[in-house]
């Protein structure tokens, strides 16, 4: 029971950060995407000369004759009737006078936006990018938080927050040595070498790992030395140590 408890309360913890790089190629994807919804959306209402729900929009995006579906919903808009005549054969004698051509063009371009996404491998519904406030479509602070968290690693189990927690703190001591200009991260990864001239390694400890006895004696330290730090070496007579 104790064991299930703790993995009950076991919440994974970002390693790092996420790859911002990725992360923004990704909502720069989406935004083309949420602007090619939005434009097509607005051709498909000025052609239908109707405004849309988002549910009855999002049945059009999934149709894949999107004329065919523009004419059908024209004629049931609009209540058009030729007697004898069904709808599919209205259509196919071109009966009606549609000018569909902007709204078509504009769902090419949303096609094209849409394969970006899906070549891209990251998910997010369309409908949760729906604004009701703006009436459009538009990234959010969900959508935001969602990319981030896609292109981050999270920890497993709690042995590996323990550890994630301890280089956290490293990094945290690190940064302080960094604001000292003790440590100059502008030099890259080899300037972590520098950490070896302040530390000792005793094996014989239970603690291993010590700092330097000579430690404000290295040169980037030295500005905080001060006088009487260096071992003194008195000259002194037979006589006078056994006084």
Not at 89 to 116: H, N
Not at 117 to 134: A, D
Request: proline share 3%; charged share 30%.
């Amino acid at each position: 029971m104790k064991s299930e408890n703790i993995k009950n309360d076991f919440a994974p913890k970002r390693i790092g950060e996420e790859d911002a790089r990725r992360s923004l190629e990704t909502q720069s994807i989406y935004e083309h995407f949420t602007e090619a919804a939005n434009k097509l959306k607005t051709c498909l209402e000025t052609c239908l000369k109707k405004v849309f729900e988002l549910d009855e929009y999002l049945s059009f995006l999934k149709n894949e004759n999107p004329q065919k579906w523009i004419y059908e919903k024209f004629i049931e808009i609009h209540e058009i009737k030729f007697p004898g005549l069904s709808t599919e054969k209205i259509i196919e004698l071109r009966l009606l006078d549609i000018e569909a051509d902007e709204a078509l063009a504009a769902y090419e371009i949303f096609q094209s936006a849409l394969t970006r996404v899906q070549t891209n491998n990251f998910f997010y519904p369309l409908r949760k990018l729906w604004s009701e406030e703006e009436n459009h479509f538009e990234q959010n602070g969900d959508f935001w938080e969602t990319c981030d968290n896609h292109y981050s690693r999270f920890t497993h189990t709690p042995e590996q927050n323990k550890i994630l927690g301890i280089f956290e703190n490293i990094c945290e001591q690190l940064n302080e040595l960094a604001e000292l200009n003790i440590l100059r991260p502008q030099h890259g990864q080899m300037e972590l070498n520098a950490l070896a001239d302040y530390i000792e390694i005793a094996k014989a400890r239970s603690a291993p790992f010590i700092v330097d006895r000579y430690l404000f004696s290295q040169h980037r330290l030295s500005p905080y030395k001060t006088k009487g730090e260096t071992l003194k070496t008195n000259i002194f007579t037979a006589a006078e140590l056994f006084h």
